[in-house]
């Protein structure tokens, strides 16, 4: 894991600049105390304020995918994640209509402010996966999103005008939606765990976790567990990333207790004693999204946006984009690539 201490986000916020993959040192440096009340002050920590004042003014990206059997929803879901009408803003859709559904790989750009700090959001909502009668190879289209995003990063990277700030489009976590049958994963929720997390941080949920009863859920959400671990199937956070005793703690609760997310998604607001919320109307009453006895959603949201953000990004610089660029480097030679362009297919509403 990368975050957590003022160090790793001072090498956090220099990533966000010049992007370099993150090194060990071999002899791991041992601090050496100086005290500083003594030798008066220095001013180390106002790095924090530094960054803090970068941030405001650069603002940063954050690329969000959603992928996984039609109709579960996967766009309603990331629509009550940023509160907005993010994952079809731009296609004339409006608030009252119902979500259409989503055809083509498609990538939305947002800028949402909050505190004054501005997030470039992307969302990659694709069509219903694994909807056709033969599925073999069908999450093909999304590894090959997904990799041409980080040759258009390594190209930009090799220029030798480089930009000061390469935009980032790469996908920095990926929602894999698992219906909520109560029975095991299917084999193709399988297949494509197994091969997608090897190139990208895929947080797995249950959708529309209003279907199940509190035990189904709880019974579903550690056959889903086991099923993944029997496979060999490494989510996010991975455990090989965690960098210290409180990451693993701290991971450790994540992995074995809330994954996966059995989530509720809404984008339709309620009045629930005195205060609107985003929920479900049923006969039985509202099933409020952020209500963690109605589901987990809340729980996701903390993690990807409130605790873990900055770690899904690093994640992916350091480790996923890191094993593309060396495997491309690797195959070219050591040179730089020299491909045509790769096909500009973003909408973006920046
Ligand atoms: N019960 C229940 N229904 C939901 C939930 N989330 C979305 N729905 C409903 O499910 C239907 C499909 O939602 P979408 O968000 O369009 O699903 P999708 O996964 O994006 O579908 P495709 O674009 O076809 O792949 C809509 O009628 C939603 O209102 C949920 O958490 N629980
Ligand atoms: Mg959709």
Same mark, same amino acid.
């Given at each position: 894991?990368?975050?957590?201490?003022?160090?790793?986000?001072?090498?956090?916020?220099?990533?966000?600049?010049?992007?370099?993959?993150?090194?060990?040192?071999?002899?791991?440096?041992?601090?050496?105390? !100086?005290?500083?009340?003594?030798?008066?002050?220095?001013?180390?920590?106002?790095?924090?304020?530094?960054?803090?004042?970068?941030?405001?003014?650069?603002?940063?990206?954050?690329?969000?995918?959603?992928?996984?059997?039609?109709?579960?929803?996967?766009?309603?879901?990331?629509?009550?994640?940023?509160?907005?009408?993010?994952?079809?803003?731009?296609?004339?859709?409006?608030?009252?209509?119902?979500?259409?559904?989503?055809?083509?790989?498609?990538?939305?750009?947002?800028?949402?402010?909050?505190?004054?700090?501005?997030?470039?959001?992307?969302?990659?909502?694709?069509?219903?996966?694994?909807?056709?009668?033969?599925?073999?190879?069908?999450?093909?289209?999304?590894?090959?999103?997904?990799?041409?995003?980080?040759?258009?990063?390594?190209?930009?990277?090799?220029?030798?005008?480089?930009?000061?700030?390469?935009?980032?489009?790469?996908? =920095?976590?990926?929602?894999?939606?698992?219906?909520?049958?109560? =029975?095991?994963?299917?084999?193709?929720?399988?297949?494509?765990?197994?091969?997608?997390?090897?190139?990208?941080?895929?947080?797995?949920? !249950?959708?529309?976790?209003?279907?199940?009863?509190?035990?189904?859920?709880?019974?579903?959400?550690?056959?889903?567990?086991?099923?993944?671990?029997?496979?060999?199937?490494?989510?996010?956070?991975?455990?090989?990333?965690?960098?210290?005793?409180?990451?693993?703690?701290?991971?450790?609760?994540?992995?074995?207790?809330?994954?996966?997310?059995?989530?509720?998604?809404?984008?339709?607001?309620?009045?629930?004693?005195?205060?609107?919320?985003?929920?479900?109307?049923?006969?039985?009453?509202?099933?409020?999204?952020?209500?963690?006895?109605?589901?987990?959603?809340?729980?996701?949201?903390?993690?990807?946006?409130?605790?873990?953000?900055?770690?899904?990004?690093?994640?992916?610089?350091?480790?996923?984009?890191?094993?593309?660029?060396?495997?491309?480097?690797?195959?070219?030679?050591?040179?730089?690539?020299?491909?045509?362009?790769?096909?500009?297919?973003?909408?973006?509403?920046?």
């Amino acid at each position: 894991m990368f975050k957590g201490s003022a160090d790793n986000k001072i090498e956090a916020a220099m990533s966000e600049l010049v992007p370099e993959p993150r090194q060990k040192p071999a002899v791991p440096m041992k601090p050496v105390g !100086i005290n500083s009340n003594l030798l008066g002050y220095i001013g180390i920590d106002t790095i924090i304020e530094q960054m803090r004042k970068k941030t405001m003014k650069t603002g940063f990206d954050f690329n969000i995918m959603v992928v996984g059997q039609s109709g579960l929803g996967k766009s309603t879901l990331v629509n009550t994640l940023f509160k907005s009408q993010v994952s079809r803003k731009s296609s004339g859709w409006n608030r009252e209509e119902k979500i259409p559904k989503t055809v083509e790989i498609k990538a939305i750009g947002h800028v949402i402010e909050e505190g004054g700090v501005k997030m470039k959001l992307t969302v990659i909502d694709t069509p219903g996966f694994g909807d056709q009668i033969n599925n073999e190879n069908c999450w093909e289209p999304i590894e090959k999103y997904i990799n041409e995003q980080y040759e258009k990063f390594l190209k930009e990277e090799v220029n030798i005008a480089r930009k000061k700030r390469i935009p980032d489009t790469r996908v =920095h976590c990926c929602l894999y939606f698992i219906s909520p049958t109560g =029975h095991s994963l299917r084999p193709l929720d399988l297949e494509f765990m197994k091969h997608l997390s090897k190139v990208v941080n895929i947080i797995p949920v !249950i959708a529309k976790a209003d279907t199940m009863t509190l035990e189904e859920k709880t019974e579903f959400k550690q056959r889903v567990r086991k099923e993944l671990e029997v496979n060999g199937i490494e989510f996010y956070p991975q455990k090989e990333f965690d960098e210290d005793l409180e990451d693993k703690t701290e991971n450790d609760k994540i992995r074995q207790e809330s994954m996966p997310f059995a989530v509720v998604g809404s984008d339709k607001e309620y009045q629930v004693n005195g205060k609107r919320i985003l929920g479900r109307k049923t006969p039985w009453g509202v099933i409020e999204v952020e209500n963690l006895n109605h589901c987990e959603f809340a729980l996701l949201r903390d993690f990807v946006i409130r605790t873990h953000l900055q770690d899904l990004k690093e994640v992916t610089h350091n480790i996923h984009y890191e094993t593309y660029r060396a495997k491309r480097l690797n195959d070219n030679g050591g040179l730089p690539p020299v491909t045509a362009e790769t096909e500009e297919n973003h909408e973006s509403n920046l």
